[in-house]
């Protein structure tokens, strides 16, 4: 038995934290260790994001359907580098994309 959040979880989550990890670092020059605070994650996690060590199936499995995701991803990393969010309306707005993925692609990815 499989919950709806199980695939978000597993795959959207990690590839949402993964562009925003390269973005806030690449784009926005902070250290790992500041990324890691702004997110709730540990270092050794956003080192792993910033390898492609993480999310990497997530981006195959949906291909040009991960859109959504990416735009999501980069808004928040801007948002996250100028202040202008905080983890709850992060939350609410991934929570979005994914009801809106699974609404769209149950069936195509068995979520």
């Not at 978000?8 to 890691?36: D, E, G, Y």
């Not at 949906?62 to 983890?87: C, M, Q, R, W």
């Amino acid at each position: 038995m499989r919950f709806n959040c199980q695939f978000s979880v597993r795959n959207l989550l990690p590839a949402f934290r993964s562009i925003i990890t390269k973005q806030l670092i690449n784009k926005h020059k902070l250290t790992q260790t500041q990324v890691a605070f702004k997110l709730g994650i540990t270092q050794a996690a956003v080192s792993n994001y910033i390898n492609s060590k993480r999310a990497a199936k997530c981006r195959k499995m949906l291909g040009d359907d991960f859109l959504p995701v990416h735009s999501l991803a980069y808004a928040t990393a801007e948002k996250i580098a100028t202040g202008e969010t905080n983890i709850d309306e992060i939350k609410k707005e991934f929570c979005k994309i994914c009801i809106e993925l699974r609404e769209k692609y149950v069936e195509n990815y068995n979520i």
